[in-house]
């Protein structure tokens, strides 16, 4: 089974502002449904209650303290049982948020990363990629568009 991260950050890491994102790019929104449709995610209940219903076509697990149910998600309560639910699968995608990020690091393969290049205002960050633990594996830059606004780079980083 594969574990990934995808994420979107700004140029100091930022990931979001009062539980959103602090930006609107259409082709980053596309990138994250090409490596989560079909499979697994697994997210915090903040992230969760951002995106305000389950994602579509995607096995949906939120991560929370507390005892909650939520329809058409499955509720876990660490990172650890989050992954052992989705034993048999093909490749699982954690989504957010930072703390389940900073919990999940030393358990992914991949990080399927978007850097926006440009700095917004954020209260939330995504952890340092540390380059003793992270290879570049590959980068696709954009420039901005007609429905992007921001220069944009997609990159994967593969554990060294």
Request: proline fraction near 5%; charge should be negative.
């Amino acid at each position: 089974m594969i574990i990934s991260i995808v994420v979107a950050a700004d140029e100091k890491n930022g990931i979001g502002k009062n539980n959103q994102l602090p930006w609107y790019l259409p082709a980053d929104l596309k990138h994250f449904r090409e490596f989560t449709i079909g499979y697994p995610v697994i997210m915090g209940r903040k992230t969760f209650d951002s995106v305000e219903k389950p994602l579509a076509k995607r096995r949906n697990i939120v991560i929370t303290t507390q005892n909650l149910e939520i329809e058409g998600c499955e509720v876990v309560h660490s990172i650890n049982e989050a992954i052992e639910k989705c034993k048999g699968e093909e490749r699982i995608a954690i989504v957010g948020g930072a703390t389940i990020f900073e919990q999940s690091m030393d358990l992914v393969d991949v990080i399927h990363f978007t850097r926006i290049h440009n700095i917004f205002e954020a209260d939330t960050f995504f952890p340092a990629i540390n380059p003793d633990k992270w290879i570049q594996a590959d980068i696709e830059r954009h420039e901005p568009d007609e429905k992007n606004m921001y220069p944009y780079s997609f990159i994967t980083y593969r554990r060294a």
